[in-house]
């Protein structure tokens, strides 16, 4: 499903490099985990796999189930099924959470030439949705994120997930600020949309999200590479060891 | 944003009139007709006198400084062809009582029968020269005269002088829907002034709405007094089909514990120019003043100037100030804002914001936040800024799969959401709303 492959990144700004040889492969119906040290570069992999403006690939490709995603728009990478789980979503005042999203999925609807959705078909699948979530009616009433606290923010990302259905879906410490029932409900919700045709790439820091969402692989990246790969085992010997041993071994 | 809870004071530079070319002000008074008026007769003359003592405004002219006066010094205004076609107003479908002015002129074919309970309403052309005694005399050019100190404003003794309708409600009680001005074209070349007086009575309210805009060039003032506890919601709207050159001036004077909410719409436009200036003179009184302005350069030069003045002469009253302006293609924007607190004013809380989203570089905007307070206990802030397009939330919403064009649409509606905020009514509130963003959604789609 995902194909990144020797990825080298800088910044456009500056003379600085980010990824330095990224290779990585999300088969259709798996379940991926990063993990790596603050600034190894895990949040720029995510934006520049959904186009954020900023960065400059020097090297390398990627792509969605054989689709070049570098030379895409955002938006076009969004119809073709990747969506970013953000680190830190974004408040938009004045914009409302339900026309924001309404919108989103009917302009994905469209670009994929399908039918868009009635209002009454959109209303009645985001309060179901958003019911799971444990997000209130209210919630979905105001304005994009405003207002919204941290983990309610981050069950936002993951309604919105739900509602888009993406193939590919990248989670970039979802976890992070969730309280734990609140993690709980994100799991469930992740683990509802698994799918054989469709794949996760976790970004974490804490391996017990992956105690609820049993990744098939975890990777761990440092400096800007995936340094080691292998199962689950290698998300506890993080949790229970640091990085240390692991860079060092890899380095 | 600054916060200043003490004493600042900077003195308003004043500029004389006496260096103006008086050829200039007679070859603009020769163009137009001046009606003699009945019971405005005294005022225009006043008027006129007053004109003469102060002149046209002047290229250095401190007041002037950001916007040329010269379109407006023209003794006439450059033709402007009609639009055929505009679309649907903007409270086309809206129960109200319906008021039409072409060029400045009310058409009563074109009007509701102005029978509406709690409101009388008059025009000013119909009374004028029958009647010698009128409730309007006594505000009739009476508050433009006193927004006359400390700052000359000579557009608006001309329109007194000139004036040749407009409408004279009498607010006695709350009437059931809003009254709606609407301005009207059907010459390419008229100057159109227009000059309305609003009279709000003790614990009474009115909406007023007025859309459109009329002549090739407009000057229209509008007086409004309000008694104690009562209110105004005054909600005008220029749209892009009504693009041209205007100027138009409020004078408020807000009793005790009234309310005076006043939010403008414009959108594009060439040359424009909207001066609010309000006298809150009664103890508890409220008045905000709100714009949202969308100017693109791209249909031909764009230059859009709100100028404010409001002065705290009570205890205990509260003004807003919230400016927005959305500047794209070369576009313009101008705000100059005042809050004067008085000596003894005390307790006041004066908050004003003015803010611009340019959406190029080529775009700029222009403020000038003043304070000047006398007074020992008060709270007052202004704050100015000036920003692009927010890069993270436009790649948040296009990651989305929301395309660039309509998530800038976005953007721009939620810049603007501030002063719409300012619209009290939530039902008008969500008309405009949705009028902007489905005029934004469908240029946005070229
Ligand atoms: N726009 C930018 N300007 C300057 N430096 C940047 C920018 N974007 C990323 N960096 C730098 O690149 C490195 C990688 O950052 P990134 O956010 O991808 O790390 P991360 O692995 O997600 O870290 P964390 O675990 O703390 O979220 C950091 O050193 C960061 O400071
Ligand atoms: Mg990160």
Redesign the pocket.
């Known amino acids: 499903m995902l194909k990144i492959d020797n990825l080298h990144v800088k ?1 456009e700004e ?1 003379d ?1 490099q ?1 990824l330095k040889g990224l290779s990585l492969e999300v088969p259709a119906g798996q379940v991926h985990a990063i993990m ?10 995510s934006y520049v796999l959904s186009g954020r403006d ?1 960065y400059e690939v020097t090297e390398g490709a990627a792509s969605l189930d054989g689709q070049d995603l570098l030379e895409m728009e955002p938006e076009e990478r969004a119809s073709a099924g990747l969506f970013l789980a953000f ?1 830190y979503p974004v408040e938009i005042p004045g914009v409302g959470n339900m026309t924001f999203l309404r919108t989103a999925m009917n302009a994905q609807r469209k670009a994929r030439g399908e039918e868009e959705l009635s209002s009454g078909e959109f209303l009645k699948l985001v309060r179901a949705k958003a019911a799971e979530l444990h997000i209130s009616p209210d919630m979905l009433k105001r304005p994009v994120n405003v207002g919204f606290s941290g983990g309610e923010k981050k069950r936002n990302e993951i309604l919105q997930m739900a509602m888009l259905a993406p193939r590919m879906c990248i989670m970039d ?1 979802t976890d992070s600020g969730l309280d734990v029932d609140a993690m709980r409900l994100v799991a469930d919700g992740v683990n509802a949309l698994r799918a054989p045709d469709r794949s996760f790439l976790v970004i974490t ?1 804490y391996q017990r999200l992956l105690n609820h969402i049993q990744p098939d692989v975890v990777h761990i990246m440092a400096e800007g590479r995936i340094v080691k790969t292998g199962g689950p085992e290698l998300a506890l010997q993080v949790e229970k060891e640091g990085y240390g041993d692991l860079l060092a071994e890899a380095g | 944003m600054s916060d200043i809870a003490v004493k600042t004071k900077d003195v308003t530079p004043q500029v004389s009139g006496a260096a103006r070319a008086p050829d200039a002000l007679e070859a603009r008074l020769e163009a137009l007709s001046l009606p003699r008026g009945g019971f405005t007769a005294a005022a225009r003359r006043d008027a006129l006198s007053r004109l003469r003592d102060m002149g046209l405004p002047g290229p250095r002219d401190e007041y002037w400084r950001y916007t040329d006066p010269r379109p407006f010094n023209a003794p006439l205004p450059q033709p402007v062809p009609l639009v055929t076609d505009a679309g649907p107003a903007l409270f086309d479908d809206l129960d109200r009582l319906k008021l039409v002015f072409v060029d400045g002129v009310f058409d009563a074919a074109a009007s509701d029968d102005a029978e509406l309970e709690g409101v009388q309403i008059e025009t000013l052309a119909a009374v004028d020269e029958a009647t010698g005694d009128h409730w309007a005399a006594s505000l009739y050019g009476v508050l433009e005269t006193a927004g006359q100190v400390p700052v000359r404003r000579p557009f608006a003794a001309l329109n007194t002088a000139a004036a040749r309708d407009g409408v004279l409600i009498r607010v006695t009680g709350r009437p059931s829907k809003p009254v709606h001005v609407i301005h009207r074209r059907a010459s390419a070349d008229a100057d159109a002034l227009w000059h309305h007086v609003v009279r709000v009575e003790e614990g009474a309210e009115l909406t007023l709405l007025e859309t459109g805009m009329s002549g090739a060039r407009s000057n229209g003032v509008i007086e409004v007094d309000l008694a104690k506890g009562a209110r105004l919601h005054h909600i005008t709207a220029k749209r892009a089909a009504d693009q041209k050159l205007g100027l138009s001036h409020l004078f408020a004077r807000v009793a005790a514990e009234a309310q005076l909410k006043s939010f403008a719409l414009s959108v594009n436009g060439r040359l424009m120019r909207q001066e609010g200036v309000i006298d809150i003179a009664g103890d508890d009184a409220v008045a905000h003043i709100a714009a949202a302005v969308l100017g693109d350069g791209d249909e031909g030069p764009f230059h859009q100037d709100d100028t404010v003045f409001i002065t705290h002469g009570a205890e205990r009253c509260e003004s807003r100030q919230v400016f927005k302006k959305v500047l794209k293609n070369g576009a313009e924007g101008v705000f100059q804002g005042k809050i004067l607190v008085k000596q003894g004013a005390q307790k006041t809380d004066g908050y004003q914001i003015s803010q611009a989203l340019l959406l190029d570089e080529r775009s700029q905007f222009l403020a000038k936040p003043e304070l000047e307070i006398y007074a020992d206990d008060v709270k007052c802030s202004h704050g100015s800024t000036t920003g692009a397009l927010d890069e993270t939330a436009l790649f948040y919403l296009r990651s989305r799969g929301v395309p660039k064009a309509r998530a800038i649409v976005f953007l721009v509606l939620s810049f603007l959401a501030d002063a719409l905020e300012e619209v009290e009514d939530e039902g008008l509130r969500e008309r405009i709303h949705e009028r902007l963003e489905a005029w934004l959604t469908d240029r946005a789609q070229g």
Do not use: A, D, M, V
């Not at chain 1, 790596?36 to 992999?45: A, D, E, I, R, V």
């Open positions: 910044l500056e600085k980010i790596g040290p603050n600034g190894s570069g895990k949040s720029t992999l900023g680190q410490e820091h």
